[in-house]
């Protein structure tokens, strides 16, 4: 018998949650589920190796796409061992260690993920407002540092949220949500007061993913100015199409994200597989869709994914 209750002598043990009110049908997921994190390792798999080989992709806005690319891995790896666990081999229960450290490494790459799409807006407006400095400003080691204080940061603000899990008891039955382990998810199944939870939560999100989001809009705000002061319509539509990659990536992100959030604040009396669906959406698509949205906008990286496909049909 699984064990649902737990307290801080014995750590409860969680039940993910695949299909809700439907068990039966979760390895009906497991394929396409399986094909979205093959899809995921591909295409960024494929950025890195294109902007490795291609020594004229070796540019700020290409290293910061790299980046974002082993993100995006690193996010879809997180949910990986728990999504298997369901709805490959149909085991729901994931200890209470397990499920925290899948918690904080969930929370932190997502974390992550926004730094580095304010990184790349950073990036955006150096090369339009100040091009002649650009690869002067962004140098290979400004780069690397940027890359690790967003990383620093993530890791330092989700730090203490293990710790304030771990101080909670639970006495409830722990049906988690999702098919992976979030604070918010945890939190709720707690018996005790969760204020400081859900406080230190808000801040954490207004601190980062919203400032952030408020820099990137202020950031385009500065771009737009700066294009509508170039004379040639031809330059300005020229200049603009070299953000549209970025800006496909901010709403593939955040879109889902505040989804997700007015769902799981607002959305009590909606069916619990709309609330399935949001959660997977915004941690799923974005890794899958990143790579389609830059191979398909950006001239580069479309060329060169074309020579190396036009090479293997000669070859064969």
Known sequence: ????????????????????????????????????????????????????????????????????????????????????????????EIPFDACVTQMFFIHVFGLVDSGVLLSMAFDRFVAIRDPLHYASILTNGVIGKIGLVVFARAVCVVFPVPFLIKRLPFCHPNVLSHSYCLHQDMMRLACAST??????????????????????????????????????????????????????????????FIGATMIHRFGKHLSPIMHMLMANIYLLLPPVLNPIVYSVKNKQIRGRVMRVLQGRKSRA
Not at 209 to 222: E, H, N, V
């Open 195 to 256: 204020r400081v939870n859900s406080l230190y939560g808000l801040i954490v999100v207004i601190l980062t993913l919203g400032l952030d989001a408020l820099i990137i809009l202020f950031s385009y705000i500065l771009i737009l100015k700066t294009v509508l002061g170039i004379a040639s319509r031809a330059e300005r539509l020229k200049v603009l199409n070299t953000c549209l990659s970025h800006i496909c990536a901010v709403l593939l992100f955040y879109i889902p």
């Open 1 to 92: 018998m699984i064990n649902l209750n737990g307290s801080h002598a014995s750590r409860p043990v969680f039940i993910l949650t695949g299909i809700p009110g439907m068990p039966d049908k979760n390895p009906w997921m497991a394929f396409p589920l399986g094909f979205l994190y093959i899809l995921t390792l591909l295409g960024n798999g494929t950025i890195l190796a294109v902007v490795k080989v291609e020594q004229s992709l070796h540019e700020p806005m290409y290293f910061f796409l790299c980046i974002l690319a082993l993100t995006d891995v690193s996010l879809s790896m997180s949910t990986l061992p728990s999504m298997l666990s369901i709805f490959w081999f149909n085991i729901p």
